[in-house]
């Protein structure tokens, strides 16, 4: 659903910017300033008071090599400065930690623990509500939006959530205690509730 979300406000600036001037069509880049992102971004114009958007980059928090993306529409009610907009898209990165710890205790005295971790980086993604304002004119400029989470991924993820869970056996020799276990932090905010800030310059 999210893959034809963005292939069709792709497809409708494109298609909106070969039927009129380039002057329509606006290039940022975005920064995420709580969630630490940054992505390049487009911007087209319907006209004096709604734009499309739609950008693609990188999560650089953990270098998690991670996807960030959104598209949406921007209202401008006076033109131009203050402005409103819906997104849809990747709200945050969070990491995730599983991993496996054995702890020995032989019956002849001394301790072996030993164990292997393995790092995975899945997003949440969903819609946001931004209010915010725009500097930008012709010659380019910055643009700032406070972005309240709306929907998200994040709120019945099972997939993030942390867990631990520990077993004990015993031989003739050693006890041995066996920890599965699964933690995850957000960078960023969290679910539904949660707000994040959005920086973009245009050139």
């Known amino acids: ?27 940022s880049l975005e920064m995420g300033a709580s969630n630490y992102f940054i992505a390049p971004s ?31 529409i921007i209202f401008y009610p006076f033109n131009r400065g203050f402005r409103t907009s819906i997104n ?17 205790d032989f019956d002849i ?25 725009d500097w930008a004119n012709s010659q380019g400029g910055w ?13 019945n993820s099972k997939e993030i959530e942390g867990f631990s869970n520990t077993s004990t056996t015993r031989n003739e020799f050693s006890t041995t205690t066996t920890t599965n276990f699964s933690q995850s932090s957000s960078m960023g905010p969290g679910g539904s509730g949660d707000a ?4 973009s310059y245009q050139f």
């Open 143 to 155: 643009k700032i939006d406070l972005m309240y989470i709306l929907t998200s991924s994040a709120d």
């Open 42 to 72: 487009t911007q087209y114009s319907i006209n004096n008071h709604i734009k499309v958007s739609a950008a693609a980059g990188v999560f650089l928090a953990e270098v998690s090599g991670s996807v960030y993306y959104d598209a949406g």
């Open 196 to 199: 994040w800030l959005k920086l």
């Open 88 to 104: 849809y898209g990747t709200h945050v990165v969070h990491e995730k930690k599983t991993g496996t710890v054995r702890d020995v």
């Open 109 to 133: 005295g001394g301790r072996s623990v030993a164990g292997d971790d393995h790092y995975s980086f899945p997003t949440s993604t969903g819609f946001s509500l931004g209010l915010g304002y």
């Open 1 to 27: 659903m999210k893959k034809i979300l963005l292939i069709s406000f792709f497809s409708l600036a494109t298609s909106l910017a070969s039927a009129s001037g380039l002057n329509d069509l606006t290039y």
